[in-house]
């Protein structure tokens, strides 16, 4: 095969791939990649969740999967607990989770965590990641391929974790665990699923900081969580 020819198969391969991504990158379905798809039951001993975060912590290593290697400080992993029943997925890392390579640890963090204590659970208690995992440059809107470079890593936090009850914060959070490009004002507050877990689609709290009136609905969203969580004893 010539050169041309190469390149022009690279390219028709290129483009079957990205005729299945939904409107935002994404696979439209868990089992539209590889990566996505939902892992074969485990045949040996059964891996302890903490142990299953800290292989998939080496796994991910000084990772240069995607362009953000090279302008972030740290690598943030998201933190909590392994055993967590409920989880958040927020967007992407900002400045001061850059600094200290932890997710939401500025004033949007201060702010969920006090949405955590409001229903009855503390920040120890949950699982808290982004969607990606190193902060954009100027905290711009995370890009399609980036996200696809974080995506089996995510998707293996949450299957190491296995939560009860997945809350996507914001936009980028709500799209990518419901595989939606639908705006989050229309799916906020609408109950979905991610590989059957519950999953509810909320404000970010950095959009409760500039719009505090949205708190209510939110506050309505976390009762919903509460709720499921209860009901899942």
């Excluded at 969740?49 to 953000?68: F, H, I, S």
């Excluded at 850059?98 to 920040?123: M, N």
């Excluded at 995370?142 to 009850?165: A, H, K, T, Y």
């Amino acid at each position: 095969m010539g050169e041309r020819e190469a390149v022009l198969a690279e390219l028709q391969e290129r483009a079957r791939y990205y005729a299945t991504l939904s409107d935002i990158g994404l696979p439209p379905s868990p089992g539209a990649r590889a990566e996505a798809a939902t892992p074969p039951a485990p045949t040996g001993p059964a891996i302890l969740p903490a142990e299953g975060l800290k292989a998939l912590r080496e796994d991910l290593g000084d990772c240069q999967r995607c362009k953000l290697a090279g302008g972030r400080k740290t690598i943030v992993f998201g933190q909590g607990s392994p055993q967590a029943r409920l989880m958040f997925v927020g967007e992407a890392p900002g400045a001061e989770e850059d600094e200290q390579g932890l997710a939401f640890v500025g004033k949007a963090g201060q702010l969920l965590t006090r949405i955590i204590e409001a229903i009855g659970l503390r920040r120890e208690d949950v699982f808290i990641a982004n969607v990606i995992k190193c902060r954009p440059p100027g905290n711009r809107n995370p890009e399609p391929d980036e996200i696809l470079s974080c995506q089996p890593f995510l998707e293996r936090q949450i299957d190491v974790i296995r939560p009860l009850v997945l809350v996507g914060l914001g936009k980028f959070g709500a799209q990518w665990l419901l595989k939606t490009a639908e705006p989050i004002s229309r799916i906020r507050g609408r109950l979905g699923q991610y590989r059957g877990i519950s999953v509810m689609p909320t404000y970010h709290p950095a959009f409760l900081l500039r719009n505090p009136s949205a708190k209510k609905d939110v506050w309505e969203d976390m009762k919903v969580v509460k709720d499921l969580l209860q009901q899942g004893r």
